[in-house]
């Protein structure tokens, strides 16, 4: 058993977690990041924004087999990031049906597309997955 973060782990508000088949992510709700944590030599934490700018709030997380995908819940959005490297690849809208903003709260991924669960606009949205 383990236990990690501390002061200066970069962790704030951590919410959700993923496993890419070699890493543990971490959501980190209050810095609009995510944490790469190493499962092979402990606690080697990497993080990477989700944000080129705005408070995006990152709530969920999952893997699509080559990249890691964050809901937003605060920017209405869904941030692809890169698996290997966390390269930001590409922040894309959330859009409801209805003209409120939906608050993505949980993510996941079934093979084909990205699900998302729109907490304020009671809906789920679905993006097909470009690798």
């Not at 890493?23 to 944590?37: C, E, G, P, Q, Y």
């Not at 990477?48 to 969920?60: F, T």
């Not at 490297?85 to 597309?113: M, Q, T, W």
Request: glycine letters at 10%; aromatic letters at 8%.
């Amino acid at each position: 058993m383990g236990c990690y973060g501390d002061g200066e782990s970069g962790f704030h508000q951590p919410c959700a977690l993923c496993f890419d088949g070699n890493n543990i992510w971490v959501a980190n709700n209050h810095t609009d990041s995510v944490a790469k944590l190493s499962t092979d030599d402990g606690p080697h934490i990497k993080h990477y924004s989700v944000a080129l700018s705005g408070r995006h709030r990152p709530v969920a997380l999952c893997f699509d087999g080559r990249n890691i995908w964050v809901a937003n819940n605060k920017s209405n959005s869904v941030t692809k990031l890169r698996a290997g490297d966390g390269g930001l690849l590409e922040n894309y809208p959330v859009i409801g049906i209805s003209a409120k903003n939906c608050h993505p709260r949980s993510i996941c991924f079934d093979g084909l597309k990205i699900w998302v669960a729109n907490n304020n606009d009671s809906s789920v949205t679905a993006f097909d997955v470009e690798n």
